[in-house]
């Protein structure tokens, strides 16, 4: 593992999401901007980058492999709702706050900074089973994942939210996978080019939302120390504890821990505009988690790997 390309890949997320916030700030952009990209990536630049991902699959792999990192993906998502919510009573948050916590806790950033990262650690061979873990995540995220950050709850999840562009797209990317269809190359490197638009733009939006509030009160947000230490080092040091007992190959154990690891999905920014949930909240769980993940990834692959 090379520390400095994994910092750098998080220190560039940082600069490009500075951008966001520099834009905002000059009024380069409208007010209602950071909402309307948001609804452009939910709608268009991620579901791209989903569909162009099954063409990262390589030719050769181990099917025992491949299911045991669809059962433990499947698995963790069952599960973690539930740990999300002992969280969240744990550290006292208000019953206002609790379901955004929860989304914070189960959903961590996969996809945006989980791809490069797995790959400057594990090599690129890795974003396959990654790709994988990123399926369920986003299956997961359109379904319960919605229901958590709408205030409607589970009214939010009519038919035609549920048919979203990225429940969809997460769909077909599944049958695409399991049936071993593979999209003409012009078609795939079209969706590649503009899926691979996603994190620079999921970053700028967070800019944006940053933005918006005072960057002192970020830092006062007190509740999010103890939630980084317990999500991004008690909890992937517990899930490599238990799985350890469970998946035999080590590089797909080392895989899973570091997912874990990741900080919070840029996603509850995107999800906290489109539902009007508590924006503010959500862009200081991503930046605080996110600026915490310089260190703490680095070290849980150190203590682990």
């Known amino acids: ?22 834009a905002a700030k000059k009024k380069v952009i409208s007010p209602n ?3 309307q990209l948001s609804n452009f990536i939910l709608s268009i ?3 791209c980058m989903m569909l162009a991902s099954v063409a990262t699959m390589p030719k050769e792999t181990n099917n025992k492999d491949v299911m045991v990192m669809f059962i433990i993906s499947i698995l963790f998502y069952l599960v973690m709702p539930f740990v999300a919510y002992f969280i969240a009573r744990i550290l006292m948050v208000k ?12 959903w961590s950033n996969v996809g945006f900074m989980g791809f490069p990262v797995i790959a400057s650690i594990f090599g690129e061979g890795a974003i396959f089973y990654a790709t ?3 399926l369920i ?11 958590l950050m709408s205030k409607e709850g589970r009214s939010a999840l009519d038919f035609k939210k549920f048919l979203s562009p990225g429940m969809m797209s997460s769909i077909v990317a599944v049958i695409m996978f399991s049936a071993n269809i593979k999209l003409p190359v012009l078609l795939n490197d079209t969706l590649k080019t503009v899926g691979s638009t996603t994190t620079p733009l999921a970053m700028i939006v967070i800019g944006i939302a940053l933005a918006g509030i005072a960057v002192k009160s970020v830092f006062t947000e007190f509740r999010l120390y103890p939630y980084v230490i317990i999500k991004q080092i008690l909890l992937p040091l517990l899930a490599w504890g238990i799985l350890k007992n469970v998946i035999v190959n080590p590089y797909l154990l ?23 949930n508590d924006v503010a909240l959500a862009t ?17 692959s150190y203590l682990l790997l």
């Open 132 to 134: 994988i873990f990123n």
């Open 45 to 47: 630049t991620l579901p």
């Open 137 to 147: 995540f986003n299956v997961s995220n359109f379904t319960l994942g919605i229901m």
């Open 95 to 106: 019953k206002a706050d609790r379901h955004l916590y929860m989304y914070m806790t189960i």
């Open 1 to 22: 593992m090379d520390i400095k390309v994994v910092v750098s890949q998080m220190l560039e997320l940082f600069l490009i999401l500075a951008l966001g916030y520099i």
């Open 284 to 300: 200081k769980g991503v930046f605080i988690t996110t600026l915490a993940s310089v260190v703490t990834i680095p070290m849980i």
């Open 33 to 35: 901007f950071g909402s």
């Open 254 to 276: 080392g895989i899973i821990t570091v997912i874990i690891a990741m900080p919070v999905a840029t996603s509850a920014v995107l999800f906290a505009n489109r539902y009007e």
